[in-house]
């Protein structure tokens, strides 16, 4: 198995979707409305915490020792040399083992979000004095 090389994305540079949550005319949140409330509150506090490099690094922890991220990449070596040329060019195939995350990819890495967000807005909760 071959490891993903560390790459760190620019969140800024990653499409967002507008206030109704589309990315142009798809998308949207289709929610029932007793929870767009909670869903509000939890679009602002990702918002005040996406940047935040403690955010990020802790995170980034979390997914590396308890999701297995990033996922490894494996070179298909058999898959390789079935579709290469006669004389030795061809693709080289590698698969992401998604399939080594635990209990599968987005739903880990969802949780494991909220729960850093919910711990960083406790932690920088502003308390106001009457």
Same mark, same amino acid.
């Given at each position: ?6 790459? $760190?994305?620019?969140? !800024? *540079? ?5 206030? @109704? #949550?589309?990315? #142009?005319?798809? =998308? =949207? ?10 869903? !509000? ?6 918002? &005040?915490?996406? $940047?935040?490099? !403690? ?7 979390? @997914? ?6 990033? *996922? ?8 390789? &040399?079935?579709?290469?040329? !006669?004389?030795?060019?061809?693709? &080289? ?6 399939? @080594?995350?635990?209990? =599968?990819?987005?739903?880990? $890495? ?13 932690? $920088? ?6």
């Amino acid at each position: 198995m071959v490891s993903t090389p560390d790459v $760190n994305f620019e969140t !800024s *540079s990653i499409a967002r979707p507008d206030h @109704l #949550g589309r990315f #142009g005319k798809f =998308g =949207g949140k289709y929610v029932p409305e007793t929870l767009m409330p909670a869903l !509000s509150e939890l679009e602002t506090a990702y918002e &005040q915490c996406r $940047n935040d490099p !403690s955010f990020q690094a802790e995170l980034q922890d979390l @997914l590396r020792d308890y999701v297995g991220r990033p *996922s490894p990449l494996y070179f298909a070596e058999r898959l390789t &040399q079935y579709y290469a040329k !006669s004389d030795g060019t061809g693709p &080289q195939i590698y698969l992401k083992r998604e399939d @080594l995350n635990h209990t =599968g990819s987005h739903k880990i $890495n969802n949780a494991l979000a909220q729960i850093v967000d919910r711990d960083w807005r406790e932690q $920088n909760a502003v308390v106001l004095n009457p």
